[in-house]
C-alpha cells in the first residue's frame, strides 16, 4: 500500500474510532452490590448515569461508602473492557499494519 493509501485508511480509522466512541456514550453497564442494595449504571466511557440506595444503606455512612467503592470498581472494570474491546476491535480491523503504532488510539 502506498503512503497515501496509509494515510487515507488512517483517517478513515480514527473516524470510525470516533463513531465508535460517540457510540459507547449509549451503552450502558449496570452492576450492583451482592444484595442488590446499591446499583450503579454507567457508560462504555466510564461516565456515571445513575446511583440507587436502598433505604437500608443510609442509616450506616461507612458501610454505604464501602458500597459505592466496591460496586463502582466493578462496573468501572467492566465498561473499561466493554470500551477496550470494541475500540481494539476498530483499530485491529481497519488499521494498516505500521510498525510501533499499534497503540496509537488508546
Known sequence: MDLMGMMGKLKETQQKIEDTKKRLDTVLID?????????????????????????SLLEDKEQLEDYIILVLNKAIEKATKTNEAELDAVAKMDMPMIPGMDNLFK
Open 31 to 55: 452492576e450492583q452490590s451482592t444484595d442488590g442494595l446499591l446499583k450503579v449504571t454507567l457508560t462504555a466511557n466510564r461516565k456515571i448515569k445513575s446511583i440507587t440506595i436502598d433505604d
